[in-house]
């Protein structure tokens, strides 16, 4: 009687056995998302010592095609590099996302941590005051907050993070109530664990996941946002880089030159491209963690 000996592991059920690496692949993926970001990030960072050109100074001839002359986007109707104008131009887009996502995410946690933890009327008013927030159109309260500022970067940021917190605290005021019935939170509070432990040792830590995968998710909207500010007039004034209002200024040479404002929409649509692989990468991870 012949007795088959093989390699543990090589031979299964009569055929030869392949590792399965759909998860492995999957983790893959999404870290690749994360690299990303941090290549955008490292990229934005670097742009005084990789843009080629002062960004606000003539370099060559106006309204030079792409590859011309050495100039890898071409140049503007005054001579500007596009190029340099792009990366500059990215990197205010996507710091001024991060920040504003960062200050939403502030303000917005802490109303509703304060709100979920506490309950009662102090819950009621600050959803109320949420809610109210909410009922407004974003966009339409973002203009006329910088038109009562008056245009600029600066008023830009603020206006949209006024209108940008409220969907923060609604998650997180929602996954501290959620979490405020479980049975270890309501052991510590019968123990005799005070409302502020309680809020930042075991409920916080619990809303955290869900809010940064929502955050991560809204820096792709965000530069959105403020490139379509910026695109009304609403950004920096001329002739600072800005990806929205650098498209907008040139939209008459479009038929023509059409590269002058075209490239800077390119540039958004990388942006929020990457921003939003990120994010879903960062969503994968939170649910198979």
């Given at each position: 009687?012949?007795?088959?000996?093989?390699?543990?592991?090589?031979?299964?059920?009569?055929?030869?056995?392949?590792?399965?690496?759909?998860?492995?692949?999957?983790?893959?993926?999404?870290?690749?998302g994360f690299a990303l970001v941090i290549a955008v990030t490292l990229v934005v960072i670097a742009v005084p010592l990789i843009a080629p050109h002062?960004?606000?100074?003539?370099?060559?001839?106006?309204?030079?095609?792409?590859?011309?002359?050495?100039?890898?986007?071409?140049?503007?109707?005054?001579?500007?590099?596009?190029?340099?104008?792009?990366?500059?131009?990215?990197?205010?887009?996507?710091?001024?996302?991060?920040?504003?996502?960062?200050?939403?995410?502030?303000?917005?946690?802490?109303?509703?941590?304060?709100?979920?933890?506490?309950?009662?009327?102090?819950?009621?008013?600050?959803?109320?005051?949420?809610?109210?927030?909410?009922?407004?159109?974003?966009?339409?309260?973002?203009?006329?907050?910088?038109?009562?500022?008056?245009?600029?970067?600066?008023?830009?940021?603020?206006?949209?993070?006024?209108?940008?917190?409220?969907?923060?605290?609604?998650?997180?005021?929602?996954?501290?109530?959620?979490?405020?019935?479980?049975?270890?939170?309501?052991?510590?509070?019968?123990?005799?664990?005070?409302?502020?432990?309680?809020?930042?040792?075991?409920?916080?830590?619990?809303?955290?996941?869900?809010?940064?995968?929502?955050?991560?998710?809204?820096?792709?909207?965000?530069?959105?946002?403020?490139?379509?500010?910026?695109?009304?007039?609403?950004?920096?004034?001329?002739?600072?880089?800005?990806?929205?209002?650098?498209?907008?200024?040139?939209?008459?040479?479009?038929?023509?030159?059409?590269?002058?404002?075209?490239?800077?929409?390119?540039?958004?649509?990388?942006?929020?491209?990457?921003?939003?692989?990120?994010?879903?990468?960062?969503?994968?991870?939170?649910?198979?963690?």
């Open positions: 009687m012949a007795i088959a000996i093989s390699a543990p592991g090589l031979v299964r059920g009569g055929t030869r056995w392949r590792p399965s690496l759909p998860q492995s692949r999957s983790a893959i993926v999404n870290w690749t002062d960004p606000l100074t003539p370099v060559g001839l106006p309204l030079q095609a792409p590859g011309k002359n050495g100039f890898l986007l071409g140049t503007d109707s005054v001579g500007r590099d596009i190029f340099s104008r792009v990366l500059y131009g990215a990197r205010s887009s996507w710091f001024a996302a991060l920040a504003v996502v960062a200050l939403g995410l502030f303000i917005g946690g802490l109303v509703g941590l304060i709100a979920g933890a506490t309950g009662g009327w102090v819950d009621a008013t600050l959803m109320r005051i949420t809610d109210g927030f909410l009922s407004l159109p974003a966009p339409v309260l973002a203009i006329a907050v910088v038109a009562a500022l008056g245009p600029g970067f600066l008023h830009t940021l603020i206006a949209v993070s006024i209108v940008w917190w409220p969907f923060y605290a609604r998650l997180v005021r929602g996954e501290v109530a959620r979490l405020a019935a479980r049975p270890h939170v309501e052991a510590a509070r019968l123990a005799g664990v005070s409302r502020f432990r309680l809020a930042g040792r075991h409920l916080l830590p619990g809303a955290v996941p869900n809010a940064l995968v929502a955050a991560s998710l809204d820096i792709g909207t965000l530069i959105l946002t403020l490139a379509a500010l910026s695109f009304l007039g609403l950004g920096q004034a001329a002739p600072a880089p800005e990806l929205g209002a650098d498209s907008a200024r040139n939209l008459s040479y479009f038929l023509q030159q059409w590269w002058i404002p075209v490239m800077p929409g390119l540039g958004v649509l990388v942006l929020a491209l990457v921003a939003n692989i990120s994010g879903d990468c960062l969503r994968n991870l939170m649910k198979t963690s």
